[in-house]
């Protein structure tokens, strides 16, 4: 069974950058046709989508938040990491990690991690 574990600062200051990672186990992150979300929930909030690193380690981001926004996988520790850059009050959220199988929904979720914005 699959199981992502989202870590990171819980606490980040105004204008820094937000580093996440996602420890995944029980499968490896280069399986064929996995791919590895990023989605966080503002409180009081539906979910948000931020982006996702593919098994052939291809990044795509959302539109809006694509220029603050880095993902990248360490093949070596089978994780992926978030940075969300230029951090502001209105990224708090709990952040989750999610894998998906190509053309199917997201199978698998980390249990979040609470991330909190403020000086």
């Known amino acids: 069974q699959v199981q992502l574990q989202e870590s990171g600062p819980g606490l980040v200051k105004p204008s820094q950058t937000l580093s996440l990672t996602c420890s995944v186990s029980g499968d490896s992150i280069t399986t064929n046709y996995y791919y590895w979300n990023w989605i966080r929930q503002p409180p009081g909030k539906g979910l948000e989508w931020i982006g996702y690193i593919s098994y052939r380690g291809i990044t795509y981001y959302s539109p809006s938040l694509r220029s603050r926004t880095s993902i990248s996988r360490d093949t070596s520790k089978n994780h992926v990491t978030l940075q969300l850059s230029s951090v502001t009050p209105e990224d708090a959220a709990v952040y989750y990690c999610?894998?998906?199988?190509?053309?199917?929904?997201?199978?698998?979720w980390g249990q979040g991690t609470q991330v909190t914005a403020s000086s």
């Open positions: 999610a894998k998906m199988l190509s053309g199917y929904a997201y199978d698998y």
